[in-house]
């Protein structure tokens, strides 16, 4: 079973910086299995990256992806309000049970 | 454009079964998978189990043989029943879409190679569950 940790828990920013969230994986996975999402209060996730880097439809391209093996980062390029938000890892597709990250709160400073 | 429609009962007692239901609409049930998620108030994504139209279903070992996920005969909805629930069941449940696509890329007399895009895209409202006595 693939365990996700993901770090920081919480991140204090101002809008117009960058953040950088960090998911790592127990084990080797494969990049077309590490998915991004998106959460606000009251709300269902969104699917933001799928495939370690490819964008969802309608996602800004100031939302990037990278990584690979058991080393993945999400990049949020100039924060707007709108990107204020909890962001989970899940690697899925790969093998059951497909396992989320805890979540990283990226927070007004 | 598939939305996901869910009901069922949102206060339930110890020991009794929760049971909901994901209603498919606006799109095809074949070739996804079909998929419960919840989330424990305050905390994050606990991935439940999915099946898809052929029947096959997968359950995360932590949950055990709570488990069942079923789709009715006609492929336009699905249930999840979570047996003996506890308190610590309380959560909110989603139902979602799940893709695993498979496209070639190019192929050869040796083989294809082929990209895969493999993701959950569609979501559900949510229903909370509360367990209380």
């Known amino acids: 079973e693939v365990v996700l940790t993901q770090s920081p828990g919480t991140v204090s920013l101002s809008p117009g910086e960058r953040a950088t969230l960090s998911c790592r994986a127990s084990?080797?996975?494969?990049?077309?299995?590490l998915v991004w999402y998106q959460q606000k209060p009251g709300q269902a996730p969104r699917l933001l990256i799928y495939?370690?880097?490819t964008r969802a439809t309608g996602v800004p391209d100031r939302f990037s992806g990278s990584g690979s093996g058991t080393d993945f980062t999400l990049t949020i390029d100039r924060l707007e309000p709108d990107d204020f938000a909890v962001y989970y890892c899940?690697?899925?597709?790969?093998?059951?049970?497909?396992?989320f990250g805890q979540g990283t709160k990226v927070e007004i400073k | 454009q598939v939305q996901l429609q869910q009901w069922g009962a949102g206060l339930l007692k110890p020991s009794e079964t929760l049971s909901l239901t994901c209603g498919v609409y606006?799109?095809?049930?074949?070739?996804?998978?079909w998929t419960w998620v919840r989330q424990i108030p305050g905390k994050g994504l606990e991935w439940i189990g999915e099946?898809?139209?052929?029947?096959?279903?997968d359950s995360s070992p932590s949950l055990g043989s709570r488990v069942t996920i079923s789709a009715d005969t006609s492929r336009t909805h699905f249930s999840l029943r979570l047996s003996s629930v506890t308190a610590a069941d309380t959560a909110a449940y989603y139902c979602?879409?799940?893709?695993?696509?498979?496209?070639?890329?190019?192929?050869?007399?040796?083989?294809?190679?082929?990209?895969?895009?493999?993701?959950?895209?569609?979501w559900g409202e949510g229903t909370t569950v509360t367990v209380s006595s």
């Open positions: 979602v879409r799940g893709r695993r696509d498979r496209r070639a890329l190019s192929c050869s007399l040796r083989g294809c190679t082929y990209a895969y895009s493999y993701y959950m895209d569609v």
């Open positions: 606006g799109g095809s049930f074949n070739s996804f998978y």
């Open positions: 099946i898809n139209e052929r029947g096959d279903t």
């Open positions: 084990q080797s996975i494969i990049s077309s299995s």
């Open positions: 495939g370690t880097s």
């Open positions: 899940q690697q899925y597709g790969d093998s059951p049970p497909y396992n």
